[in-house]
């Protein structure tokens, strides 16, 4: 660092603001002292600097040892906003969630010295796993059981179940059939409460929901069975891969999407609006998770304080080609045909 201020002709004092990116520097000083920077090579020693300000400046994230779209959303979501803030992330992932495995992974980054740690944790054996945990770092859950006595950070996933399947009744369906994701995901149940809210609030009949576990194929089971279900002109799918199996399944059965049966999913998912058709579906923003997750866990490092707090992000839904008025039946009058929301581009 002496170094680098000899030769961009400032004090020691201003290249460790720069690199801690304090306000304070003007943007021409700034300049001069990265560009010194580059010109020697110089990387800052992360282990030096915690020696002196007491911060390793890294984090701890738990995760389930996963490839669903959810989950890996989130972490990039959270390491992508740490990252943006100076901080290092190191991840551990567990086969699953439970409170001996939980507890080693925060015993583990401990002894790495992570400063606190963020645990997604979207099963619902999570909530007794985390209730016994005890750890002297903050601690904030992501996609975890929103009434636990914790720091939460959530999607809604209640309010976009619910919107989704009131776009369907709003164009005119009777009732809406559900193919959930497995019920062991604190998600899945609260899309099929949700969904079942929906109905009941229009007084609209309730259909037993068919059971998916978040794949492709499993969707394509299920739409095998509603292509046999006349009255099944709509149905909103847990999450956008099942609903792609759905859409799959009743091509082959020979029912016309959304001429004669209407889909909805739920993520939004990069490919959703490369479906044939492109898909209606629920929109949750995991970027936005990620830095709400990672604002609460630096808020409980610089207070010192941790306090249960719950921070819940709106869903939005966005209306593609998928869905559409009943057979027989014309769109809506005032409905908007273009989406409930600004399309995203595809």
Known sequence: MADVARLAGVSHQTVSRVLNRHPSVRQ????????????????????????????????????????????????????????????????????????????????????????????????????????????????????????????VVTVDQFAGARAATAHLLELGHRTVFHVSGPLEWIEARARVAGWRAALEDAGALVMPPLSGDWSARSGFDAGRTLARIPEATAVFVANDHMALGVLRALHEGCRRVPGDVSVVGFDDIAESGYYAPPLTTVHQDFDELGRRSLALLLEQLDSGERRPRRVVIPPALVVRESSGPPPGESRPAGTDTRGQTPRRPA
Do not use: K
């Open 28 to 151: 021409t000083t700034r300049l001069r002292v990265l560009a010194a920077i580059e010109e020697l090579g110089y990387r800052p020693n992360p282990a030096a600097r915690a020696l002196v300000t007491g911060r390793s400046r890294t984090l701890g994230l738990v995760t389930l040892d996963t490839t669903l779209t959810g989950p890996v959303a989130t972490l990039y979501g959270i390491e992508r906003a740490a990252r943006e803030a100076g901080y290092f992330v190191s991840v551990v992932s567990l086969r699953s969630i439970e409170r001996g495995s939980v507890q080693e992974a925060l015993a583990r980054l401990a002894e790495g010295a992570v400063e606190g740690t963020i645990v997604i944790a979207p099963l619902t054996s999570a909530g007794e796993a985390l209730a016994g945990v005890s750890t002297d770092r903050p601690l904030v859950v992501v996609e975890g059981d929103p009434q636990a006595d914790l720091a």
